[in-house]
């Protein structure tokens, strides 16, 4: 039985993890079609999804820890976890089954939590930064600078944080690789439409040609009403968000008032009788948390 809790926590972490910030379905097929009017000269037909793979959903998987600036390779992730799966088995055997399951819950809320919100805030100053890099590129083309020299020197003036963000791409640059291309592995570790949609234009820059002043100019406002959108969005929601929050806290309140008051109500969940109804609980309690947080990340 903690096995099984333990596997619908790892569950309930996973998707929280993954249900932030998805990137647009669509963004991939354009890239696709992009590269192959590159690599060819004309056009195919149709573009089907990307091919999956273990590797792709490892990426998706990490990429909350990479927003939130956590290196975690899959090495790394494997070993987390297998040391994790010692720490609950000795647990177990220590203080039981019971206080396991109880522990695990707490400990798997307060991460998700921790990584939820330190990915945010990371990722709401990157893209709040995001337009002033662009408009100082723009700036730095209409002088005359080529596009890459316009970007490493756009990105002079910003925070260490966002520098380090795009310190990979500073190095491809140096190597003299396109923009594009520069991008693409930090597009690929954060999992962001915003880099996804830099990254096209480059691309169709790159393929097309065209004004790359307007190019610029048209996605500064984009980013810029997106992120006024999303303001406005998560103020409005604000309300509903705090109501669930609130309906998650109620049992774990509604059980250490219990506990409190009459510790004996709850013995019964300790019991050999009753340690299967405690751990079904728990498991539904996390499910519970899972669905409702689902509801509460709806985005624009």
Do not use: C
Request: net charge positive; aromatic share 6%; charged share 20%.
């Amino acid at each position: 039985m903690t096995l099984l809790v333990a596997g619908v926590l790892l569950f309930a972490a996973a998707a929280l993890l993954t249900i932030g910030r998805r990137p647009d379905p669509a963004l991939p097929l354009i890239e696709t079609r992009l590269t192959e009017v590159t690599a060819t000269g004309k056009a195919g037909g149709a573009v089907g999804p990307p091919a999956g793979g273990l590797a792709v959903r490892m990426r998706t998987l990490l990429s909350p820890f990479e927003r939130a600036g956590i290196s975690l390779t899959p090495e790394r992730a494997v070993s987390a976890v297998l040391i994790a799966g010692l720490g609950v088995f000795v647990l177990a055997l220590l203080v039981g089954p019971a206080l396991t399951g109880v522990l695990m819950l707490v400990a798997a809320a307060v991460a998700t939590w921790w990584l939820s919100t330190l990915s945010r805030r990371r990722t709401d100053r990157l893209l709040a930064a995001l337009p002033e890099v662009l408009e100082s590129m723009r700036q730095a083309v209409m002088a005359g600078s080529a596009p890459s020299v316009a970007f490493a020197r756009a990105l002079e003036g910003q925070s260490s944080e966002v520098r380090r963000r795009f310190r990979s791409v500073e190095m491809r640059l140096r190597l003299g690789l396109p923009l594009a291309e520069a991008l693409e592995p930090t597009v690929e570790r954060l999992q962001l439409d915003e880099l996804r949609l830099l990254q096209l234009l480059f691309r169709t820059h790159q393929t097309y040609g065209g004004s790359f002043n307007e190019l610029l100019e048209n996605l500064v406002k984009t980013l810029r009403n997106r992120h006024r959108i999303q303001r406005e969005f998560k103020a409005a929601t604000g309300e509903i968000r705090m109501s669930i929050r609130v309906v998650q806290a109620v049992p774990v309140v509604v059980a250490l008032a219990v506990w409190t008051v009459k510790p004996s109500h709850l013995q019964f969940f300790l019991s050999a009788d009753g340690i299967g109804y405690g751990m079904a609980t728990l498991a539904l309690y996390a499910g519970g948390v899972v669905v409702t947080g689902w509801l509460s990340r709806a985005s624009y």
